[in-house]
Each structure stands twice: as structure tokens, then as C-alpha cells.
């Protein structure tokens, strides 16, 4: 199927443990973006990636780690998981940049560290 | 500090009416600005952009008016139908340089009443 894609789609998971959230896409988007959603605040960025092995902190990067070893592949990795990182995560990617080149989202991953 | 800022969480308007959601932003580097429409255990969706070139752009339904005086922009709905009960998310960025961090608003939630 086109389009772009989160695993799991919900997940719980223990404080201090690793957990690593998948996103993949078909369009061969060169950006992909992974934000998370929290009451009050909206959307927030993460990390990006502008290409393959090029990827750059958003604005709440601390406690997370991201790769870009394949165009289409972007996963999020919680190296030792916290409570507040409790929290609705969604995956996108955009072509190009430009006011042509909108973000398309995933569905996100609901994640609870209990 | 919210450089993108929703100050209505909600709004209710009667279906055939016109739905007006507000949006300001503070940082004079923003010149594209979007609208994603976010419907429950769904990813954000895009709806419409204006450049900072533009004061008004149009989209069916759906009109987008920018005051960058003000800097305020505004989602217009005419008519509103139940169908586009949803959250919506403003969404700012600098288009200068290789980066692309968009910034999002909290969110209105918009309830369209049959």
C-alpha cells in the first residue's frame, strides 16, 4: 500500500526499557519528520532527517535516538524509556521543502511507559 | 514559549454556518503557513497553505487569510458540515535555508452541530 506507515500501532512498555517505534514510507520522500503529540502543546518536532544518513534534533530530541540508513525507513528508538515520554508519537515525510510540499502523516503510535 | 499559539481549544458552530478558527504566531521568520485537520486515531491531515506572499488563498469549502502585520492567520469554513468536526492544527515555518522544522499550534477542536 502507498503511503506511510507506524508500528506498532499501540505499545506499553516499562521505565528504562528500549523501545524502538517503526515508520516507513513508499513514496521515496526525500524529509521525514517524527513529532509527538501531548494535551496543551500540540504537535512537537522530535528529529528530521533531510536524506539518507542525515538527520538533525527537532525541538524535544533528549531520551530519543533516530536513523536514516534506508529513504523509506525512519525509526525512533527510546533508549531507556521515562513516564513523560508517555505520549502519542506520529511519523510524516514531505518531497522537498517549499510551499508546494505539504507533510504527510502517519497514523501515530500511542505509547504508555508505565 | 509557543511561537504558534491556538487560544481557542474549541468551537461549536451550527452546520450551514461558517466556522472561523484563529491562529497567531510571533516569530517574524515564518512565511509558509498550513492547516492539518486531525480526526481520533488518525494522523493529521493537510487541508491548506498560504505563502507570506499572499494574503488569502482558497480551497473549495475552504479559505486561509493571512494578516502578517498582525500575524495572525485564519481558517474560514463555509458551510460547515458535520463531516468536518476534527481538530485543527495551524503550522509555521521559515522557508530560508536546507532545514524544514514546522512549528504546530495546540489545536482547535472544531464540533459541527446537525
Known amino acids: 500500500d502507498a503511503g506511510i506507515t507506524q508500528s506498532p500501532r499501540y505499545k506499553i512498555t516499562e521505565t528504562g526499557r528500549q523501545v524502538t517505534l517503526m515508520c516507513h514510507q513508499t513514496?521515496?520522500?526525500?524529509?521525514m519528520f517524527w513529532y509527538r503529540q501531548d494535551l496543551g502543546h500540540g504537535l512537537r518536532l522530535i528529529y528530521y532527517?533531510?536524506?539518507?544518513?542525515?538527520?538533525d534534533k527537532g525541538e524535544v530530541p533528549d531520551g530519543y535516538v533516530v536513523s536514516r540508513s534506508k529513504t523509506e525507513n525512519f525509526p525512533l528508538t527510546l533508549e531507556s524509556a521515562t513516564r513523560s515520554q508517555t505520549s502519542v508519537y506520529f511519523c510524516?515525510?514531505?518531497?522537498?521543502?517549499?510551499?508546494?510540499?505539504?507533510?504527510?502523516f502517519g497514523n501515530g503510535t500511542r505509547l504508555t511507559v508505565t | 514559549d509557543q511561537q504558534v499559539k491556538q487560544n481557542s481549544p474549541s468551537l461549536s458552530v451550527q452546520e450551514g454556518r461558517i466556522s472561523i478558527l484563529n491562529c497567531d504566531y510571533t516569530?517574524?521568520?515564518?512565511?509558509?503557513f498550513l492547516w492539518y485537520k486531525k480526526y481520533p486515531a488518525e494522523g493529521p491531515t493537510f487541508l491548506i497553505s498560504?505563502?507570506?506572499?499572499?494574503d488569502k488563498n482558497e480551497d473549495g469549502r475552504f479559505t486561509v487569510f493571512l494578516n502578517k502585520s498582525a500575524k495572525h492567520l485564519s481558517l474560514h469554513i463555509v458551510p460547515s458540515q458535520p463531516g468536518d468536526s476534527a481538530v485543527y492544527f495551524c503550522a509555521a515555518e521559515p522557508l530560508s535555508g536546507s532545514a524544514r522544522q514546522l512549528t504546530f499550534g495546540s489545536g482547535t477542536q472544531l464540533t459541527v452541530l446537525p
Open positions: 513514496w521515496s520522500h526525500s524529509y
Open positions: 516569530n517574524s521568520m515564518f512565511d509558509y
Open positions: 498560504i505563502s507570506s506572499i499572499k
Open positions: 532527517s533531510a536524506a539518507a544518513d542525515i538527520t
Open positions: 510524516a515525510s514531505s518531497e522537498s521543502i517549499g510551499d508546494n510540499s505539504p507533510l504527510h
